[in-house]
């Protein structure tokens, strides 16, 4: 069975946090929470606190196969400045395993510690600038070799859908975006 982890720190966006966890477990893949904080309890960027199953530094990745980082402010900027985490994931990236970030992230932690050089990339708009070194896209997610960015909040889905299909195939994905109705035309009965 796949096994990624997502990093969380304070002020993570929490849709960008949660829905990925929501939908890999969904898809029945391994997924963890794990906490930069020194605590188990986070307290993301709309004030809403919610638990991690693991502490980083408590935590033996050997088994992961894609790491996953989510935006918010100031949650990008507390994983982009914890050592540690950089320093995992320059190791995993270099083993060829999956990282995916979606928002911020992609530029803050991705971009400005040139993991994007030379791949196509996408981040939040307005911070292009900080994909240093990427063919700068504007698709609501993209994967270019191991590396999957998605665009933001309202890409969740989609992002989260890709990272299903890396992990488990095109089918498992599209099974779970029919069960979830994602992309679905709603037609309402007026009276």
Do not use: W
């Not at 930069?36 to 991690?52: D, S």
């Not at 063919?135 to 590396?147: A, L, M, Q, R």
Request: hydrophobic share 40%.
């Amino acid at each position: 069975m796949a096994k990624a982890y997502i990093f969380l720190a304070d002020g993570c966006e929490e849709i960008e946090a949660l829905t990925p966890v929501d939908l890999l477990r969904r898809a029945e893949i391994d997924v963890e929470t794990v906490s930069i904080m020194g605590t188990n309890t986070i307290e993301g960027a709309h004030k809403i606190k919610f638990k991690a199953d693991r502490l980083f530094l408590e935590t033996d990745f050997s088994d992961g196969d894609m790491f996953m980082l989510p935006g918010g402010m100031p949650g990008t900027t507390n994983l982009a400045t914890y050592s540690p985490l950089i320093q995992l994931l320059k190791e995993k990236n270099n083993e060829g395993k999956h990282l995916a970030a979606i928002c911020a992230a992609p530029a803050v932690i991705l971009g400005m510690n040139e993991f994007l050089k030379g791949k196509k990339a996408v981040c939040y708009p307005g911070m292009e600038e900080k994909l240093l070194d990427a063919e700068v896209s504007y698709e609501p997610v993209v994967t270019d070799g191991n590396i999957t960015t998605s665009r933001g909040m309202g890409t969740a889905i989609a992002y989260s859908l890709e990272l299903i299909r890396l992990l488990k195939g095109e089918e498992a994905a599209a099974e779970l975006k029919t069960a979830i109705v994602y992309g679905h035309t709603f037609s309402y009965k007026q009276s």
